[in-house]
């Protein structure tokens, strides 16, 4: 048997970790001397409700080799094998400890596949992977299938503020000031696993509209899955429509952004990752 193995920054939903009995190992949140690991010691709630008062601000950690290691060992000591799908290895050093982690394990048998995503993107990668087993497929051929997956992947967000992403050093300070200057709400886009500017939009309404706009010009009418990707927004599901309005939807997901990626985020974000619909 195939088992998947992933980080917590995936934001995989249960219906699907449950469905395909998916492993998370945890990305780790630190205020200040605190340590938590993600997904079962704080929840999104209890973050949300510190972030605006942490002085100084979070700051995140990923997890070390031996954590991969001691996951994919129980595997393979079950007599299965392991397919690993982290979060982009250009934004964390995660792919490296479950890297290190196989390298450790020398002969067993463990793929491991650089998402060059978050959250959402990641999310549909899973599933993917999921139905590949389910299909029969060897874990070689799956790791196969979903490479041009993770080239095609993009990742659309819009923000409430680019302060979280100042204060963490991922944008500079003049970005971020203009930006409340102008009172904007703006996108950023993961693609190719790296992190770029989006549209400034004047309103959060035109930001959703720019997330639409840049999926319906890059897939056409392509058969596509979805992911949504959110935290605190209430409008999470007006993206859901206009997204189905305007894209060839075959399959949709829903993910909440946990601890780990709010921490650069901050509140009230919102986007949409889009793949080509898998051949499977």
Known sequence: MIRLVTDSASNVPEDIRSRYNIEVVPLKVIFG??????????????????????DPMPTTSQPSPLEFEETFRAIVDAGDEVLCLVLSSKLSGTYNSARNAMIALEGA???????LSISAGASMM?????????????REQIATRLQPLTEECELVLTLDTLE????GGRIGGAQAFIGG?????????????VLEAGERARSRKKALGYIVERHANHFGDQPVWVGIAQAAADD?????????????????IRSEIGPVILTH?????VGAAVIPAPDI
Request: hydrophobic share 40%.
């Open 126 to 138: 899973l599933k993917a992977a999921g139905d590949m087993i389910e299909a029969g497929l060897d």
């Open 265 to 269: 985020t901050g509140p009230a974000v």
């Open 164 to 167: 979280y992403l100042k204060r």
């Open 109 to 115: 048998p463990i793929s491991l596949v650089d998402t």
């Open 236 to 252: 999470s599901s007006e993206l859901e429509a206009l997204l189905r309005q305007r894209l060839n939807v075959q399959t949709l």
């Open 181 to 193: 200057l102008l009172k904007v709400k703006p996108t950023i886009i993961l693609k190719d696993g």
């Open 33 to 54: 001397s605190e340590s938590y690991r993600e997904g079962n010691e704080i929840s999104v709630d209890e973050f949300l409700r510190r972030l605006p008062h942490a």
